[in-house]
Nanobody
Framework: QLQACGGGLVQAGGSLRLSCAASGSTFSRHAMGWFRQAPRKEREFVAAISRGGSSTDYLDSVKGRFTISRDNAKNTLYLQMNSLKPEDTAVYYC??????????????WGQGTQVTVSS
């Protein structure tokens, strides 16, 4: 089970840190990712991280602003979001897939946390 939190309302240029807590004992065996879905748009990939944290990937529009990380000892995934823009407004979801490397298709999904960036 995945539980995302940390969303909120922030002004453009501000920062937020999303967290995703995973239950169970196999978090470190799962590749993890963040996705987002804005109103009237399809869900899109934001960032991915391998199970050990050594490999990451990002949506081009968030590169240099967002950082994905994980703490396997705490069973927690993070997304540090800096220099936020109004176009980052969306519901953000964390996701997990068992196995090595990066993944862009996932088996398990959290419930989402709302991020709203005002201009």
């Amino acid at each position: 089970q995945l539980q995302a939190c940390g969303g909120g309302l922030v002004q453009a240029g501000g920062s937020l840190r999303l967290s995703c807590a995973a239950s169970g004992s196999t978090f470190s065996r799962h590749a993890m990712g963040w996705f987002r879905q804005a109103p009237r748009k399809e869900r899109e990939f934001v960032a991915a991280i391998s199970r050990g944290g050594s490999s990451t990937d990002y949506l081009d529009s968030v590169k240099g602003r967002f950082t994905i990380s994980r703490d396997n000892a705490k069973n927690t995934l993070y997304l540090q979001m800096n220099s936020l823009k109004p176009e980052d407004t969306a519901v953000y979801y964390c996701a997990a897939k068992y196995g090595p490397g990066l993944s862009y298709e996932y088996d398990y999904w959290g419930q989402g946390t709302q991020v709203t960036v005002s201009s």
